[in-house]
């Protein structure tokens, strides 16, 4: 393997990589040794006849060769000249040319035996060319390399969004391998889909972009879904590997109504469609108790055995070396100063971090990277723990002492939305500000925008169009927290909002400790939005389910008198409603919710006659061929709609015309219809005396059947899925407190 990059890693990994790699060419066992200030001796071998050998590994890309060869003699040359080995090999990252190897083998005799025992970054790298398996054990050196990280970025028309690039960045550098990736790859080989699910902050997304970046480095082509399972059908290519990486797929949270438009029947068609082709994966991330509600919510997924696909990521299986090598990581690659890295480097800073109870990847590299230069190098562990301890702390600390009151406008504006374009952001950040009556100008606007990204918001690029998105899901469980604390706050957020999308998360979110002061805001707001602009689509394709959430509103708030406006404000539109609205599952949808309320002995009976009166006319008209059919006659079932005999008739009558064309397309050459996962209810529609003589015919030809032939295809491209479970949990290691002090020790010779 080619794509490797020694610069990337830290110098721990070095150390490593460098006892595998000189063991191997060697062939002998290395002891790594020396915590803190080396003594000159990185790795150890003693001989069966006692000679001892010594390798001090110097991961010093950036310092340069000049830098280098100084060291070596004025430092490090009367630690080995103490030392007294039998043989020093010295290891380095960086490119040794051969006057900087005469230089140090004239340092270094006679300890070093000949210029071989130096090895350069070009020595290095070829060898490693020539064991491939070392390469391979060490994930984070090809993983981490800018060939694969290349890709990444380079995926441009796939990867739907640029924050996936630059997040995929970050985590390969920070990234310690655990159990569950190679459980996850294997599961991607074996079954093509794999479903990664974990608390907040517990790693699933790490994980899940871990994976994916893998499968980059196979050759696979990376499709970020950020909206909705449609898009991985939309950019689904036959002939490309493609992995498909659709994280919180289910929401952040149960009431986030992420799954809409039949998304659920979608969701398991394209795990379906991914299953049976050998060039495809997907991956899927989700909090477990999202997806528990999930199940009990769609019925669909509810009959769904997710157990075989699945993989829990949970911190509180992490042993204590891979909690050490994240934080040292992180450290690492913080922007911090020398002295601040030292801190780390004393047991007394990094125990109570890599045992807390809390321990939180994702919160340990949000406190650093709020870390600034002039920090006392004590504060910086200690803010960590603050934030491990409680990190709303974290973020109530910046909200309440560091933020503008613009700012923190922008940002409840943000929360206020899922993701948004950047317009209808300003123009909500435009009200609340005149709500609470802040001068605010537009240069107000973009520096509040400066400040927050990258820390409480995320600014990305989704098909050309700038986004904004609080990104994190400890900053909207804090924002929860806050509003709970300040219902002032949320009070004139409501009074401010502009539109229904923006009003329609608000409440679902906070719904359930609304105080009766919103109630009435909440009302008027439904009234004066519910037929607005839309941000989601035409406003009549998002009509029913703004009718849905409106009456939903009525419903938990118990107002009567409001429930029975929107009623007779839905009989006067039902009409226009079902005849212009493209979408007829979220009519479906509208009246399953009506039938709800009708056994609760709402008046709904005039509305579900005119839905059912227009869905009969649609219907009619809208069927041509097979998958119109189809689509009617499902829609019909959602609906709970009686067809009548003329239009039961021409449905059937379609299904079965529509299914011979197919067939018919099948035997003309065309193989996507021996892909279709509606296969088996096409092929029973079908009679073989429907399809005989359409071509020559061998009566010892298998095609001489094409309905046979299909069914063969079908068993041929059958999923079988085999028993499975949830991946058990590691086993415990032993874990020696000397290796943290060998791993942090490192940090002393930063200070």
């Known amino acids: 393997m080619d794509s490797f990059d020694i610069g990337r890693i830290t110098d721990a990994d070095f150390e490593a990589l460098c006892r595998d790699l000189l063991g191997q060419v060697l062939g002998v066992r290395f002891e790594l040794f020396a915590p803190g200030r080396d003594g000159g001796m990185d790795l150890r071998y003693v001989t069966p006849s006692g000679e001892t050998w010594i390798v001090q590994c110097k991961h010093w890309g950036r310092s340069g060769r000049a830098n280098l060869v100084a060291h070596m003699a004025k430092k490090e040359k009367p630690k080995v000249d103490a030392l007294k080995p039998d043989r020093y090999l010295l290891a380095t990252s960086v490119d040794l040319n051969p006057e900087a190897k005469k230089r140090l083998f004239a340092d270094l005799t006679p300890w070093v035996k000949s210029t071989g025992d130096l090895w350069g970054l070009r020595e290095i790298e070829e060898e490693l060319r020539a064991n491939d398996e070392i390469v391979q054990r060490h994930i984070r050196l090809w993983l981490n390399s800018t060939a694969v990280l290349q890709a990444v970025l380079t995926n441009g028309i796939r990867t739907r969004s640029q924050m996936l690039s630059a997040d995929t960045e970050t985590t390969l550098r920070t990234y310690v391998p655990v159990p569950a990736f190679s459980r996850c790859l294997e599961l991607l080989e074996d079954r093509h889909a794999c479903l990664i699910v974990g608390a907040p902050g517990a790693g699933k997304t790490t994980l899940a972009q871990v994976v994916a970046a893998a499968h980059v480095a196979k050759g696979f082509d990376l499709v970020e879904i950020s909206e909705d399972v449609e898009e991985a059908f939309s950019a689904w290519r036959d002939d490309h590997h493609q992995v498909f990486y659709y994280d919180d797929f289910l929401g952040q949270t149960a009431l986030d109504d992420k799954l809409r438009k039949n998304e659920d029947g979608r969701l398991l068609r394209l795990m379906e469609h991914v299953g049976r082709n050998p060039r495809k994966r997907l991956i899927l991330t989700t909090r477990e108790y999202v997806l528990a509600q999930a199940r009990q919510r769609y019925e669909r997924l509810g009959r769904t055995d997710f157990d075989p696909l699945t993989r829990v990521v949970d911190v509180a299986e992490y042993q204590l070396d891979t909690r050490a090598q994240i934080l040292y990581n992180h450290v690492y690659f913080a922007d911090l100063t020398a002295s601040q890295q030292a801190s780390f480097s004393e047991p007394g800073t990094y125990l109570p971090i890599v045992e807390h109870r809390n321990f939180n990847p994702r919160l340990i590299a949000l406190t650093l990277s709020l870390t600034k230069a002039d920090a006392d190098p004590g504060e910086v562990a200690t803010n960590v723990l603050r934030s491990l301890d409680d990190s709303s702390q974290l973020w109530q600390h910046l909200v309440e002492n560091q933020l503008t009151a613009h700012q923190v406008a922008l940002l409840e504006s943000a929360y206020s939305f899922g993701a948004v374009d950047i317009d209808p952001l300003r123009r909500a950040w435009r009200s609340l500000t005149e709500v609470r009556r802040l001068p605010a100008s537009e240069d107000d606007f973009r520096k509040a925008l400066q400040v927050l990204d990258g820390t409480l918001l995320v600014i990305f690029d989704h098909e050309n169009t700038v986004r904004i998105v609080v990104g994190n899901p400890s900053v909207q469980d804090f924002m929860k927290d806050f509003y709970r604390r300040r219902p002032d706050a949320m009070l004139t957020l409501l009074q401010s909002v502009v539109s229904y999308e923006q009003l329609r998360r608000l409440w679902t979110r906070l719904r359930s400790s609304d105080p009766l002061a919103q109630r009435e805001v909440v009302k008027q707001k439904v009234l004066g939005l519910l037929r607005a602009e839309s941000l989601a689509g035409s406003l009549p ?95 019909a079932e959602e609906l709970g709609l009686y067809l009548g005999s003329r239009l039961e008739e021409h449905i059937e009558e379609t299904l079965k015309s529509g299914a011979l064309s197919l067939v018919r397309q099948w035997q003309d050459g065309d193989g996507s219809v021996a892909r279709r996962d509606d296969l088996a209810e096409i092929l029973d529609k079908v009679r073989p005396g429907d399809v005989t003589g359409l071509t020559a015919i061998d009566e010892h030809d298998d095609r001489a059947d094409p309905v046979r032939e299909l069914h063969n295809l079908i068993s041929l491209a059958e999923v079988h899925p085999h028993m499975g479970s949830v991946a058990p949990r590691e086993p415990a290691r032993a874990v020696h407190k000397d290796d943290l002090a060998r791993l942090f020790g490192r940090f002393a010779n930063h200070g």
């Open 541 to 635: 394709n998002t009509l029913p389910r703004r009718f849905m959430t409106a009456l939903l509103i009525a419903r938990v708030h118990d107002d009567r008198d409001f429930a029975d406006e929107l009623l007779a404000d839905l009989a006067d539109c039902a009409p226009e409603l079902v005849h212009d609205c493209a979408d007829l599952y979220a009519i479906a949808e509208l009246v399953q919710y009506l039938r709800e309320l009708a056994e609760e002995e709402a008046d709904v009976d005039d509305i579900l006659d005119i839905i059912d009166d227009e869905a009969r006319q649609r219907l009619w008209g809208s069927v041509e061929d097979w998958d119109s059919a189809r689509e009617a006659a499902d829609i």
